[in-house]
């Protein structure tokens, strides 16, 4: 099928510019917002009704004659997309802080779970002394921001009272506000949102990109918070119950897209928005998962930074076959590092003294590339 066959697509047909062979330094490839970070092809994807209908990988040097062959609904948008992978990612300002979060690198966020049942660390952290412990621990290997939680949302979980989940989380925001790190409130209810946030939270991260609680979007909307949507299907208790895509990297795109556009319409500027496809949220374990880490540069075009949760996860174990959580260190480093290799801005992390020194690493390798494309 050639590109000119795609004149009869409905109004409703959408394309994916999905960025292909990342490179770090020098001059030739699609530019991206990731400082040194470059993309040698693309792969453009067209979905009509739910269907692939045409898909071409096409070098970065004939991308623009190709765009400019399709349909016009089609071309508008991936020029959208294409601007939007290339735009600088401005600083995200936080609330109460003098310091913005910038993305001059990738940015650790440490888990700290102050839950009795969370898959990897449920009970470790429940008393507020061993939580703020817990944190200055992760703060002094390196953590850039602590996402404190309250309710597991791992399989099969049970909601928590949202008076009983403040109670777990702002005591340990109130102790860390002398420690120079943002902190970001890990919740899906509006009220535990607006409890963390006049504690000194300074970062929303709700499992269910604004939905779960009608209020939750009002709030956010409020705070001038900078907001983290991650994609879920289905709600903890049921969202490994039968997960189904059509294709789940697009179908993953397109509600990061109407979520995107239901926060702009309520107030909340695109600039304070991160994204998260939601790895081990209501996803096949292996095949979704991988197919969303292989595919991080589509969620590029967004125009938001990326943050990537797969710590400890299960289609690690059922990768490895690893069963005990605490024990997929080498896995979780090396699903960080291919996150960070694709343009992931934010990878949230039990392990920060390992993440940290590989991190280290890499950002030394792409920095000694970037300088060496420019001799």
């Not at 092809?41 to 765009?67: F, M, N, T, Y």
């Not at 709700?206 to 909307?221: C, F, K, Q």
């Not at 179908?251 to 556009?261: A, G």
Request: glycine content about 10%; overall charge negative.
């Amino acid at each position: 099928m050639t590109v000119f066959d795609l004149e009869n697509i409905s109004d409703g047909a959408r394309v994916y510019l999905v960025p292909v062979g990342s490179v770090w330094g020098g001059v030739e490839g699609m530019r991206t917002a990731v400082p040194g970070l470059r993309f040698l092809a693309a792969k453009i994807v067209v979905r009509d009704g739910g269907d692939l209908i045409w898909q071409r990988h096409v070098p970065a040097g004939e991308l623009e004659g190709v765009l400019e062959a399709l349909p016009e609904s089609l071309r508008a948008q991936a020029h959208v997309q294409k601007a939007a992978l290339e735009a600088p990612r401005p600083n995200i300002a936080l609330p109460g802080r003098d310091m913005p979060l910038a993305f001059t690198k990738p940015r650790i966020m440490g888990v700290l779970n102050v839950t009795p049942d969370s898959f990897s660390d449920g009970g470790q952290y429940l008393d507020a002394d061993a939580a703020v412990r817990r944190a200055r621990q992760m703060i002094a290997e390196g953590a850039d921001i602590i996402d404190i939680g309250g309710e597991s949302t791992r399989p099969g979980a049970k909601p928590v009272w949202e008076g009983e989940e403040a109670e777990r989380v702002v005591p340990v925001i109130e102790a860390l506000q002398s420690d120079g790190v943002p902190l970001s409130i890990d919740t899906r209810h509006s009220f535990v949102m607006e409890k963390a946030l006049t504690a000194g939270a300074h970062i929303i991260n709700d499992v269910s990109a604004l939905e779960y609680d009608g209020d939750s979007i009002g709030v956010a909307a409020g705070s001038n918070a900078p907001v983290v949507l991650m994609h879920s299907q289905g709600t903890p208790e049921t969202m490994q119950d039968n997960p189904s895509y059509g294709h789940v990297l697009y179908d993953v795109y397109d509600y990061l897209v109407s979520r995107i556009q239901a926060c702009e319409i309520a107030g909340i500027d695109r600039a304070r928005l991160i994204m998260d496809p939601g790895i081990g949220f209501g996803k096949r374990v292996v095949q979704d998962n991988l197919a969303l880490i292989s595919g991080l540069p589509l969620f590029l075009t967004l125009g938001c930074p990326i943050l990537l949760a797969a710590s400890r996860k299960r289609f690690i174990g059922a990768i490895t076959g690893e069963e005990e959580a605490s024990r997929r260190v080498p896995g979780s480093l090396t699903a960080a590092l291919r996150g960070v290799e694709l343009g992931a801005q934010i990878i949230r992390v039990h392990d920060v003294a390992e993440t940290s020194q590989a991190l280290k690493l890499v950002q030394a390798f792409h920095d000694a590339a970037i300088m060496d494309g420019q001799l």
